[in-house]
């Protein structure tokens, strides 16, 4: 069936350092990606989302892009701040469904930003 | 404009009691949707309400159940609690844009703790 693997955190960084969180999918065709992100204490926020192949959403300085061949949709901002720590969630919605019910989520890695 | 706003915010209740947990969504949405989040299991669907009538339900025992108002307020309800209900219950709206439910708009939520 389909899902989604994230990386294993939790994944410490220096402010200011490159951020990568790795993300990928198994879904036949062309599903919908989403991140999320979940600051301590709150709900999960919807920070960027991509619904085909090569598009690139981004948000406050994150990135993902599609990729298709990679079955991927690797998170990334090139200057992290102590305000991003947070567990960052990745989620599909497989193709030819666009219901709640259908979106997965992946498990979650948690960043942490030192200053 | 206002959040989702999800009432009580900790609720300590004891096995076997009951509780009912409250989400207002974004104004203008109609669509809710309610997930258990546990450190072991993740985010777990639950239902997802339009328009005041169940849509979808996720895999759990009837004891979970929940209703939407014509406001699209909507209420969950959990009876006979037991241990394994702990959790964070988040609600979410969505706008519905073209169709989709699955770009999702998080509520703090509810720390339920159940002794």
């Known amino acids: 069936g389909d899902s989604v693997t994230q990386m294993e955190g939790p994944v410490t960084l220096s402010e200011e350092a490159f951020l990568t969180i790795n993300c990928t999918y198994t879904a036949t065709g062309y599903p919908s990606l989403f991140w999320y992100v979940q600051y301590p204490g709150e709900g999960l926020q919807l920070l960027l989302k991509?619904?085909?192949?090569?598009d690139k959403g981004s948000n406050k300085g994150f990135e993902a892009t599609y990729r298709k061949e990679t079955t991927s949709f690797h998170l990334e901002k090139g200057s992290v701040q102590v305000s991003d720590s947070a567990v960052y969630f990745c989620a599909l919605t497989p193709p030819g469904y666009s219901s709640a019910s259908k979106i997965i989520f992946g498990s979650g890695t948690r960043l942490s930003i030192r200053p | 404009k206002a959040g989702v706003t999800q009432t009580p915010r900790y609720l300590i209740k004891t096995r076997g009691q009951q509780v009912t947990l409250s989400c207002s969504p974004i104004s203008g949405h109609r669509s809710v949707s309610w997930y258990q989040q546990t450190p072991g299991q993740g985010l777990q669907f639950l239902f997802e309400y339009f328009s005041e009538t169940q849509r979808n339900k996720g895999n759990f025992p009837g004891r979970f159940s929940g209703r939407q108002f014509s406001n699209s307020r909507s209420e969950m309800n959990v009876s006979t609690l037991e241990l394994g209900d702990s959790a964070l219950y988040l609600c979410?709206?969505?706008?519905?844009?073209?169709?989709?439910?699955?770009?999702?708009?998080f509520g703090p939520g509810t720390r339920l703790t159940v002794t």
């Open positions: 979410a709206s969505s706008p519905e844009t073209s169709g989709r439910s699955d770009e999702q708009y």
């Open positions: 991509a619904t085909k192949a090569d």
